[in-house]
């Protein structure tokens, strides 16, 4: 039986912590890629496996899915639980791929938007705003999304999110756990060949991504499915801390393995105490609520100035104090941006979204009302 209009649109109430690791996950990645930039081998980047922040986030996805819609898909359909993604999700897909454009042909500091023609251009950012990954931008790496490469986590979220509402929504947690423990396997396996678990952004390593969001996710519906919490009282900074630990460890001989052991059983641990912790303080709430909030916008709009600073870098090639504040700044102004679009157009336009659905929802209850009353 389908829920009334208002039950569909309902939420359930967040997990402060764990949005305030989001945040702190999605800052993480920021950082990463403006030391990308500088250092191309990653042994020498302290910073050299924040690329695994992905991995967390993909690892979230699947216990906020499951704890947000598994009792209550069923009742509401897997279409309007596709609206409910798409209106959360795709207006910052839309804006990112805009902004990612607009750094790509007016980036001050170099580029070379005059090797692509007009309709190279036009057809790269038709496939950037629709998810339909297109590498073709070579001094980018080939990125399955050229003008804003972070989308390449989306596209797999979507594809976590159609398997979630036509398979994982109704398996139960025998099959589960085979289905989690097969993508461990596939996992290792795909960490040992390429010797990292980096690979899924651009066209030649996109099956890697598979592996990374399948183990993942289905890791993270699997603690939630398990109720797999751990009571604790280490709080948003003990457990930031924990979180950023594995993304400075060196690199090493058995690299493939550490990230694989970092990925299968410290993510999820993560996930198990932020879902357990207590937030005692109203600050830190509120702290967590804000890290929460910008980390979405905060990941989708940076990715223009990241490359638009490795082309300074590489023109200018300052030292390292400069290259400190330059990074420093630029981060504090990134979280300040993705505020300002949250705020100016994130919610505004998810908000619109959702009033003109609520509109749709109530007068199909009326049009299904008058049918049931003439069918009497």
């Given at each position: 039986?389908?829920?009334?209009?208002?039950?569909?649109?309902?939420?359930?109430?967040?997990?402060?912590?764990?949005?305030?690791?989001?945040?702190?996950?999605?800052?993480?990645?920021?950082?990463?890629?403006?030391?990308?930039?500088?250092?191309?081998?990653?042994?020498?980047?302290?910073?050299?496996?924040?690329?695994?922040?992905?991995?967390?986030?993909?690892?979230?996805?699947?216990?906020?899915?499951?704890?947000?819609?598994?009792?209550?898909?069923?009742?509401?359909?897997?279409?309007?639980?596709?609206?409910?993604?798409?209106?959360?999700?795709?207006?910052?897909?839309?804006?990112?791929?805009?902004?990612?454009?607009?750094?790509?042909?007016?980036?001050?500091?170099?580029?070379?938007?005059?090797?692509?023609?007009?309709?190279?251009?036009?057809?790269?950012?038709?496939?950037?705003?629709?998810?339909?990954?297109?590498?073709?931008?070579?001094?980018?790496?080939?990125?399955?999304?050229?003008?804003?490469?972070?989308?390449?986590?989306?596209?797999?979220?979507?594809?976590?999110?159609?398997?979630?509402?036509?398979?994982?929504?109704?398996v139960r947690k025998s099959i589960l756990i085979i289905l989690t423990a097969a993508?461990?396997?596939?996992?290792?396996?795909?960490?040992?060949?390429?010797?990292?678990?980096?690979?899924?952004?651009?066209?030649?390593?996109?099956?890697?991504?598979?592996?990374?969001?399948?183990?993942?996710?289905?890791?993270?519906?699997?603690?939630?499915?398990?109720?797999?919490?751990?009571?604790?009282?280490?709080?948003?900074?003990?457990?930031?801390?924990?979180?950023?630990?594995?993304?400075?460890?060196?690199?090493?001989?058995w690299n493939w393995l550490a990230e694989s052991l970092v990925v299968i059983f410290?993510?999820?641990?993560?996930?198990?105490?932020?879902?357990?912790?207590?937030?005692?303080?109203?600050?830190?709430?509120?702290?967590?609520?804000?890290?929460?909030?910008?980390?979405?916008?905060?990941?989708?709009?940076?990715?223009p100035v990241i490359w638009s600073f490795g082309h300074y870098y590489s023109t200018?090639?300052?030292?390292?104090?400069?290259?400190?504040?330059?990074?420093?700044?630029?981060?504090?102004?990134?979280?300040?941006?993705?505020?300002?679009?949250?705020?100016?157009?994130?919610?505004?336009?998810?908000?619109?979204?959702?009033?003109?659905?609520?509109?749709?929802?109530?007068?199909?209850?009326?049009?299904?009302?008058?049918?049931?009353?003439?069918?009497?």
């Open positions: 039986m389908k829920k009334s209009g208002a039950a569909i649109l309902e939420t359930k109430q967040h997990y402060a912590l764990l949005d305030g690791l989001r945040g702190t996950a999605a800052l993480t990645i920021v950082v990463f890629h403006f030391l990308e930039m500088v250092y191309s081998d990653y042994s020498k980047n302290f910073l050299g496996h924040g690329f695994l922040a992905v991995d967390f986030f993909f690892c979230l996805s699947g216990f906020v899915i499951g704890y947000a819609y598994d009792n209550r898909i069923r009742n509401i359909g897997v279409w309007e639980f596709f609206k409910s993604r798409l209106i959360r999700l795709h207006p910052l897909v839309i804006l990112g791929s805009i902004l990612g454009l607009v750094g790509f042909l007016f980036d001050p500091f170099g580029g070379h938007p005059e090797l692509y023609s007009a309709g190279k251009i036009l057809l790269m950012f038709v496939c950037s705003i629709f998810l339909i990954p297109f590498p073709a931008i070579e001094e980018r790496g080939f990125a399955l999304f050229g003008f804003n490469s972070p989308s390449w986590s989306l596209f797999y979220e979507y594809i976590g999110n159609i398997v979630y509402a036509f398979i994982l929504c109704r993508s461990a396997i596939w996992l290792c396996v795909v960490a040992f060949k390429a010797g990292t678990l980096i690979g899924g952004w651009d066209g030649k390593s996109a099956w890697d991504g598979m592996a990374r969001l399948s183990f993942s996710f289905l890791a993270g519906l699997l603690v939630y499915r398990c109720r797999l919490i751990i009571q604790n009282k280490l709080g948003f900074i003990g457990l930031s801390l924990l979180l950023v630990c594995p993304f400075v460890m060196p690199y090493f001989k410290y993510f999820p641990l993560i996930i198990s105490l932020g879902a357990g912790a207590n937030i005692v303080h109203q600050g830190m709430n509120k702290l967590c609520a804000f890290f929460g909030k910008i980390s979405y916008p905060l990941y989708m709009m940076h990715i200018n090639k300052p030292d390292t104090r400069q290259l400190f504040y330059i990074i420093g700044i630029s981060t504090i102004l990134l979280v300040a941006m993705a505020y300002i679009i949250m705020i100016v157009f994130d919610i505004p336009v998810r908000k619109y979204l959702t009033n003109r659905r609520r509109k749709a929802l109530a007068q199909n209850e009326v049009r299904e009302g008058k049918k049931a009353i003439s069918n009497a």
